[in-house]
């Protein structure tokens, strides 16, 4: 049996080839193999209990599990609300819109 660490290491590097294969993919116009290897990272990070980094979280859609692309599959607008910003990412195959407000110091991340 693996230690705890080191399959959340092995799981995480599956994730981050899959992620590149599933952005690779949808550059490329193969949107059924990019909707596959990101089902995949969902479901390897499920089955192993482990909380996907955030950026990971955020580069796919939350609706239709697309690699959010900005200009191919995913528009991006930010929107100033006092002191904060709020990022709108739409995605482009099943239009879903999500927002996340963010301080103006952190909206460049």
Same mark, same amino acid.
């Given at each position: 049996?693996l230690?705890?660490?080191? =399959?959340?290491?092995l799981?995480?590097?599956r994730?981050?080839?899959l992620?590149e294969l599933?952005?690779k993919?949808?550059?490329e116009?193969?949107v059924?193999?990019? =909707?596959?290897?990101?089902n995949?990272?969902f479901r ?5 209990s482990i909380?996907l980094p955030r950026?990971?979280k955020r580069s796919?859609c939350?609706k239709c ?6 200009g ?5 607008r930010?929107r ?10 739409t995605?482009?195959?099943?239009w879903n ?6 301080h103006?110091?952190?909206h460049h991340?």
């Open positions: 049996m230690r705890r660490h080191v =399959l959340r290491d799981v995480l590097q994730i981050e080839i992620r599933s952005f993919a949808i550059r116009g193969d059924e193999l990019a =909707l596959t290897a990101s995949l990272i390897l990070a499920m089955r192993n909380d950026d990971i796919f939350r599990r697309a690699p959010l692309i900005p191919l599959t995913a528009t991006i930010l100033s609300k006092g002191r904060n910003v709020i990022r709108i990412v995605c482009h195959l099943c819109i999500h927002r996340l407000e963010m103006k110091s952190d991340s």
